[in-house]
């Protein structure tokens, strides 16, 4: 059984850099071809694609957000760990981390997201 | 372009069938998925790759694409059917690749 869960502060200043942890379960980030992508959310709106790592360490980043984004993964502690600096408050959402499976552009679970605030 | 395009919202009364598009271009090439999302709730999976159902999704709901549009058809519609709706795509046309979601559909249930 695969699941996911989100961790990280539920408020940060403006300007500050936002630390997220996926801890999962159910699968290795060593399988080849198995993704972790974080997606956000904010209130009342659209999900907005952040970030994906795959298994082999490549990662992918939206364009609109590149600059502020890194992405990294310690196999071992089954965990996938974003940072996004110069936080705003237009940055305010849910924020979810998400299973990718191998032979498939999918998301197939989700964890059950972190709200963040950002506000001074 | 390497955007999604679905309209906003949709009505249907029960028992009749809703579709819900996504455009987006050469969509038909690609995977496109498609997830569910009640209020208060992570998105779920619901349909993806080639139309394919994820396990527990009734068969009421099924997925298309051809040309530069995916559809999502739910027959029958049930008020617990009643959502926000999103496509996904991974689109390595786009430069440099990326994930795409569209804006979503909000499916009300009359």
């Known amino acids: 059984q695969i699941t996911l869960e989100e961790s990280g502060p539920t408020l940060v200043k403006p300007t500050q850099t936002l630390t997220l942890t996926c801890t999962f379960s159910?699968?290795?980030?060593?399988?080849?071809?198995?993704?972790v992508g974080w997606i956000r959310q904010p209130p009342g709106k659209a999900l907005e694609w952040l970030a994906l790592?795959?298994?082999?360490?490549?990662?992918l980043y939206s364009p609109s957000l590149n600059s502020r984004l890194t992405i990294s993964k310690d196999t071992s502690k089954k965990q996938v760990v974003l940072t996004m600096t110069n936080m705003n408050p237009v940055d305010t959402g849910t924020y979810y981390c998400?299973?990718?499976?191998?032979?498939?552009?999918?998301?197939?679970?989700w964890g059950q997201g972190t709200l963040v605030t950002v506000s001074s | 372009s390497c955007v999604l395009t679905q309209p906003p919202s949709l009505s249907v009364a029960p028992g009749q069938t809703a579709e819900i598009t996504c455009d987006g271009n050469?969509?038909?090439?690609?995977?496109v998925h498609w997830y569910q999302q009640k209020a208060g709730q992570a998105p779920l999976l619901v349909v993806s790759?080639?139309?394919d159902r994820a396990s527990g999704i009734p068969g009421r709901f099924s997925g298309s694409n051809f040309g530069n549009t995916a559809t999502l058809t739910i027959s029958r519609v049930e008020a617990g059917d009643e959502a926000d709706y999103y496509c996904?795509?991974?689109?390595?046309?786009?430069?440099?690749?990326?994930?795409?979601f569209g804006g979503g559909t909000k499916l009300t249930v009359l």
């Open positions: 998400a299973h990718k499976p191998r032979a498939t552009t999918k998301f197939d679970f």
């Open positions: 159910g699968f290795s980030l060593s399988t080849p071809g198995v993704g």
């Open positions: 790592i795959y298994s082999d360490d490549d990662k």
């Open positions: 050469k969509i038909g090439t690609k995977s």
């Open positions: 790759d080639h139309g």
């Open positions: 996904q795509v991974l689109d390595g046309t786009c430069d440099p690749s990326r994930v795409l």
